[in-house]
Nanobody
């Protein structure tokens, strides 16, 4: 069992940067690939990116490539999402999730956090 808690969201202005954190409970954090998703109002949940178990591999959706960076610290049981040059269209609830394998498919993630709201004003 893995429990995930996101933090770091808030109200920011376009062009700002933000770092989201996702803290995991349990001693098996390093056994999981970690993904980030987001869901904007009235839209379906969208894959943002993932990172491998040891952090040596990352992959991003085209819509965020170049502005978003995922990293992890297995000693701290935490995964991060660095977001630069924020745009109003980045406004969404951001979720972290844990999966046994690298995947972009949300249904293949086993554990989810409760989400953290990011609102970007223009």
């Amino acid at each position: 069992q893995v429990q995930l808690v996101e933090s770091g969201g808030g109200l920011v202005q376009a062009g700002d940067s933000l770092r989201l954190s996702c803290a995991a409970s349990g001693r098996t954090f390093s056994s999981y690939a970690m993904g980030w998703f987001r869901q904007a109002p009235g839209k379906e949940r969208e894959f943002v990116g993932y990172i491998s178990r040891n952090g040596d591999s990352t992959y991003y959706a085209d819509s965020v490539k170049g502005r978003f960076t995922i990293s992890r610290d297995n000693a701290k049981n935490t995964v991060y999402l660095q977001i630069n040059s924020l745009k109003p269209e980045d406004t969404a609830v951001y979720y972290c999730a844990a999966a046994r394998f690298l995947t972009t498919v949300d249904s293949r993630y086993d554990y989810w956090g409760q989400g953290t709201q990011v609102t970007v004003s223009s």
